[in-house]
């Protein structure tokens, strides 16, 4: 069984940086994706960014992209979430998130569709509050 646990969030203004962090208790099995979503207060869950082993791929969403980085230290089993030039749009609660790819599966499959069958199936942390002022 999958335990994560998420640090990091803070409120901050638009424009300046922030990195969340993960750290993952369990084992992940040879192939998993590994990454956030993001939920505002009465909206949907969206999936922000992910990354992929053993392929090593990533995943981004078009709102982050190129400003929000994903990084992983395997030693200290830590995910990371860099996020450079926050928006007040980017406020939301961050949630990291593991999918245990079954055989023939997309990669990104819970992060690139809202398919709650396939969200159930993924290990969640508790979620972190970023919120960012204008």
């Known amino acids: 069984q999958v335990r994560l646990v998420e640090f990091g969030g803070d409120s901050v203004d638009a424009g300046r940086s922030l990195t969340l962090s993960c750290t993952i208790f369990g084992g992940l099995g040879f192939s998993h994706s590994l990454g956030w979503f993001r939920q505002e207060l009465g909206k949907e869950r969206e999936g922000v960014a992910a990354?992929?082993?053993?392929?090593?791929?990533?995943y981004y969403s078009d709102s982050v992209k190129g400003r929000f980085d994903i990084s992983r230290d395997r030693a200290k089993n830590i995910l990371y979430l860099q996020m450079n030039n926050l928006r007040p749009e980017d406020t939301a609660k961050y949630y990291c998130a593991a999918d245990l790819i079954p055989p023939g599966a997309s990669r990104f499959r819970a992060w690139r569709g809202n398919d709650a069958v396939v969200r159930r199936q993924l290990s969640w942390g508790q979620g972190t509050q970023v919120t960012v002022s204008s």
């Open positions: 990354m992929n082993e053993p392929s090593g791929s990533t």
